[in-house]
């Protein structure tokens, strides 16, 4: 593969050099535009490859009718047909994911060896190939003898530019309904017992609990046990109307904290069931509780399932059991959702505390850097 880097004065003038250096068969692998440091003019960086890896045979829809024509009549024989056309549409997918890797692969050497290390040091703390070569594409600031502050800045641009921190619980005057949902064993009732007692300590006495966890034997046993111990009003709601006579005695509550039934992201009558809940009780907040210690492709699917009961944050738990945190840096980018609070450990209400860049940098630090 041929790479070339050019500068021009417009986009326009880039892509016909592109056209007149490299061919029609170049592709443009990426554009940005700068000022001359010297003379503060507006010029645009373009980076063009050509492929000089041979280039599979052409093959149209035509062409593939023409070699298995089918008969008009023979069942069988219109099968084999479907069969042929099937393969043929396969093979070109192939082929085509070929290119697509071997254009990657070849793009990434050109990149400096510092930044080709860094690649694998996120691969390594279970970001994606694809996100991983745009993290890097995003530090070729970055400098080639880089120590450890220089990594923390271009890390800490990227949190700032796609992470957002914040939605946690604030006095009002209005009546705050705030729900907490999650998987099965996500933490999800643990966090809710310390965002209560927090609430009591710093916000409030005037709070009150309510279980919708019917489905659990004994679900709400330990819920109603914590609220005993903090000296919390706890109630049990089995359904949406009776949920609705309990929050109308609670009127004068200033925040009602709802804990709901915890099951698999793919029950999806559970998650019409905790909308309904939502509806019903005019939740204001709505929090998603989440182990750090989950693969990336469990984390993605579980914020896939659950983004449509439009979470206001995120409580991110068990953070003390995780040793990687790429894949919660991919998930809350690709589904761009606030982080609120971080918990490390089973201890009411002190293993619970608000989400901020600076410790998630510290967690991926964790991953990126080796002291030397």
Sequence with gaps: MKIKKIISTSLKEGKDKVLQELGENAIILSSRSFKD???????????????????????????????????????????????TIYSEIHDLKDQIGEIYEQLKFSFLQNYPKHLRDLYKKLLDSEISPDFALKIITNMESLPQNYKKEDLRKEIDKIIK??????????????????????????????????LAVLAKIAITNNIAIISTDSYKISGADQLQTYSSIAGIPF?????????????????????????TIGKRQTDLDNLEYISEIQDSANVSKTYLALPANLTRKNFLDYLDKFRNLAPNGIILTKIDECVSFGNILEGIINYPLTLSYFTNGQQVPSDIKPASGEEFIDFLMNNLWEEK
Excluded: C, R
Aim: charged share 30%; hydrophobic share 35%.
């Design 235 to 259: 109630f049990v709601a089995y359904d949406t109307n009776e949920l609705k006579k309990i929050q109308s005695k609670l009127f004068d509550s200033e925040i009602i904290f709802i804990d």
């Design 37 to 83: 440091p010297s003379t503060s003019q507006d010029l645009v960086e373009i980076v063009a490859a050509l492929d000089e890896l041979p280039t599979p045979k052409k093959q149209d829809i035509h062409s593939i009718l023409e070699k298995a024509k089918p008969p008009e009549t023979h069942k069988d024989d219109f099968n084999q047909f479907a069969s």
């Design 161 to 194: 530019k796609n992470i957002q921190f914040d939605e946690q619980i604030q006095k009002s005057e209005k009546q705050q309904v705030i729900m907490v949902i999650g998987p099965t064993g996500s933490g999800k009732t643990l966090s809710l017992v310390k």
